[in-house]
């Protein structure tokens, strides 16, 4: 069974940096992971994906402030967020897209207070 398990979230100013990873049960080089966000009332939308080969899609408010990366070695994928505002505040969750569905992780809360 695919298990994802994030960390690294919690509270930080406006400004401020954190570094989310997650680990995936198993070997998932071939495919790709990514970060999604939802926010209270809002759909759950893109931060950022990495496929097997490398390729990143970041959302579009993430440019330039979030750096997506994975370690296949570790099959574990980070996510560095920098210059954070309170409009992050979401949860955020780790997803992985296989040939067999997707799956996702439990989530982690990131707060930002102005």
């Known amino acids: 069974q695919v298990q994802l398990v994030e960390s690294g979230g919690g509270l930080v100013q406006y400004g401020g940096s954190l570094r989310l990873s997650c680990a995936a049960s198993?070997?998932?080089?071939?495919?790709?992971m990514g970060w999604y966000r939802q926010a209270p009332g809002k759909q759950r939308e893109l931060v950022a994906e990495?496929?097997?080969?490398?390729?990143?899609m970041y959302g579009e408010s993430m440019k330039g402030r979030f750096t997506i990366s994975r370690d296949n070695a570790k099959n574990t994928i980070f996510l560095q967020m920098n210059s954070l505002k309170p409009e992050d505040t979401a949860v955020y969750y780790c997803?992985?897209?296989?040939?067999?569905?997707?799956?996702w992780g439990q989530g982690t809360q990131v707060t930002v207070s102005s």
């Open positions: 198993g070997r998932f080089s071939m495919y790709t």
């Open positions: 990495v496929t097997s080969g490398g390729r990143i």
């Open positions: 997803n992985l897209n296989t040939i067999s569905g997707l799956y």
